[in-house]
């Protein structure tokens, strides 16, 4: 395997980790995902300790739970996988529920305006601010982070399906369109990371193993588009967040390789989050330098044996080419999910780190 380390990721091989879906948290400790769980300050710090904790007893000895004696003020779940808030803050309703995600609804909105000044003084921001504040004021500081969307995640939420007959129809407009969002991300972004030195863990938590906090695009709703689309109406997004290194792509669809020629157009794309089914072979020609999160299927786990877990994770990364610039992660198991699979992952990817060191030191 090639060495080459980006800087802003760091040296450290093959860094894993896990996200359990909320419907394992509410049947196996109880955790409901109510409205209080992500807005009220004591629930909060007292949600992701519990969580810590849990992760810490049944897999502490894969370094899972380090913060498990803190009482930690994560502004947001960071041990979940939710898109919910900047759909909200644009008009969106949101659906709390005890064992699931926030569910947003579409706004489906009649036309392509966007007043980002009222995104930035609706409820949901206020309740955000009032959260924060809290926090603030009993801490003195605030972690963790809050998962920002993507720009066509987002207009999808707020204007529906629509948004795509608008890209054939009106081109100019929604580029501006899009340009507001990417503004509102920006905004909001910025107060994040003002406070906390974060904005994605929340988005991929993969990150926090990497040296720098990388600002991830979340594009899940890509695969609807062509890679023609994608170059037209949001590459240039992609771009110029890209000078903010690092920047990384979070692409959870099955068909990331599709994209990979006009990713490699984007002058630093230091992270892509390959989504399950990705052609990693393919990625990794045309992102050399690229550090490539392999995704496994939270799905197919549940009933693979140990040795299909250890081939899989294996075949992988093996086919990125480069311990250093490759993850792991399962993102979204269910309460399907045993113990023991899970065991699985962290246990092969420590074997692979066992063999890759060794390769490494014998070469020196």
């Known amino acids: 395997m090639k060495s080459y380390i980006n800087p802003f990721i760091g040296q450290q091989i093959l860094p894993v980790d896990i996200v359990l879906a909320p419907e394992w948290w509410n049947k196996n400790e109880g955790i409901a995902f109510d409205r209080d769980f992500f807005f009220h300050p004591l629930k909060r710090v007292e949600e992701e300790q519990h ?184 590459l240039p997004f992609d771009v110029a967040w890209s000078n903010k290194r690092p920047f990384g792509v979070h692409y959870c669809g099955p068909d990331p390789h599709r994209m990979a020629a006009v990713f490699a157009k984007i002058p630093h794309l230091d992270f892509l989050d390959v989504g399950w089914g990705g052609d990693v072979k393919v990625l990794r020609h045309f992102l050399p330098n690229t550090f490539l999160n392999i995704r496994l299927s939270p799905v197919e786990i549940v009933h693979q044996t140990a040795d299909e877990i250890r081939a899989t994770i294996t075949r992988l990364v093996e086919d990125s080419g480069n311990p250093y610039l490759t993850g792991v992660c399962c993102i979204n198991m269910d309460d399907k999910v045993s113990d023991d699979k899970i065991d699985f992952i962290f246990i092969t990817v420590e074997e692979l780190r066992e063999k890759y060191q060794k390769g490494i030191h014998s070469k020196t």
Not at 164 to 192: C, H, N, Q, W
């Open 51 to 234: 969580m810590e904790k849990v992760l810490y007893d049944r897999w502490g000895r894969f370094g899972l739970g380090k913060s498990k004696d803190e009482k930690r003020p994560e502004i947001g779940a960071v041990h979940l996988a939710a898109g919910y808030l900047l759909s909200e803050m644009m008009g969106c309703n949101v659906r709390y529920s005890d064992s699931h995600p926030p569910q947003v609804i579409e706004a489906q909105r009649e036309d392509l305006v966007l007043d980002t000044e009222e995104v930035l003084k609706s409820e949901a921001f206020k309740r955000t601010l009032h959260l924060t504040e809290s926090l603030k004021q009993k801490f003195g500081y605030l972690t963790g982070d809050i998962n920002w969307g993507g720009i066509l995640n987002l207009a999808l939420d707020v204007r529906g399906e629509e948004i795509f007959t608008d890209m054939m129809l009106s081109p100019e407009e929604v580029r501006s369109y899009f340009g507001k969002i990417a503004s509102v991300i920006d905004s909001f972004t910025a107060k994040i990371s003002a406070e906390t030195k974060s904005t994605s863990v929340s988005v991929n938590r993969v990150v926090r193993h990497l040296d720098q906090p990388v600002f991830l695009h979340s594009e899940c709703s890509h695969t609807m588009i062509s890679a023609e689309d994608y170059e037209n109406y949001l």
